[in-house]
């Protein structure tokens, strides 16, 4: 994504809109963790959070990408039982 935009990930225009509010929220939810770590260590570097903040933002980003590979986990499986489900007919 960084790539694509030419931009770091963080909080903010282009990956964050008040535009586009569906585009923001799956951008959030998927790269969210990224953003997370990268504004910690952004903050932290320009001295405007100590270690125990960023201890509690990587603690943070780690709980919230293991929450997020559980929900992707589900919907996969979810999708994969329910390909089953359909019939074709020939």
């Known amino acids: 994504m ?3 935009a030419g931009r770091r990930l ?3 225009e282009p990956y ?4 586009h509010i569906l585009r923001s929220l799956a951008v959030t939810a998927c790269a969210g963790p990224f953003m997370l770590t990268n504004e ?3 903050a932290r570097r ?3 959070i100590g270690t ?6 990587g603690c ?7 929450a997020l590979g559980v929900v992707l986990i589900a919907i996969a499986s979810w999708a994969t039982a329910n390909l089953g489900s359909f019939e074709f007919a020939g």
């Open 10 to 12: 963080a909080f903010a």
């Open 60 to 66: 943070t980003a780690i709980a919230w990408a293991l």
């Open 46 to 48: 320009e001295g405007r």
């Open 16 to 19: 964050v809109s008040p535009v």
């Open 40 to 42: 910690a260590l952004a």
């Open 2 to 4: 960084e790539l694509l």
């Open 52 to 57: 125990i903040a960023l201890l509690s933002c």
